[in-house]
């Protein structure tokens, strides 16, 4: 059983706010890819959803004249390290387990190195499915955060996954 659903997380205010601000169509498509990634890779289906789903939502809105700045965004971004803080706080304050907390935080931290000045990371299983969930999820010119979807198809997309997170539990047993 698990402590705290996709859709729980969805429900919450925090979510509603910054997760819809980065696109939650984008957010669904990523924490779908990432399920399927973690299932083949025997990584958790559960922390690998819940990392992509929640991966951008420490953006910032970085626009000038109503046209996001690039610019702004290469110097002043630190979307990852704001979103692994928030979804984690997010996380506890839900009731998740404080370990997978934890991971699920520093999955978000690592899945860009956008905002790296140079070198590589070594990252675990479930972080690089999170940078891989997103990197299929990506449109040129930034255009994947702004699909959109009714809040309420949302909802039962995220529901479906549930289902799909608590069978492959269900299979572990
Ligand atoms: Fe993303």
Known sequence: MRDVLLTDIFNHHIAQKYVTRSGLVHAIACAYH???YAKEQNVDVDSAAKAAFLHDIGHYTWYKNGNWDY?????NDIHAIKGAERAHKLLIRLGENP???KEIALAILFHTDSYFPGGEIVR??????VKKADEKDEEP???HHYRQIEIERAFRIL????K???KVYGELK
């Open 34 to 36: 990432a399920f399927q």
């Open 71 to 75: 610019d702004l965004y290469r110097q």
């Open 99 to 101: 370990v997978k907390a």
């Open 124 to 129: 675990t299983p479930l972080q690089e499915i």
């Open 141 to 143: 010119g930034g255009s």
């Open 159 to 162: 529901k479906r996954l549930d």
């Open 164 to 166: 799909k997170i608590d």
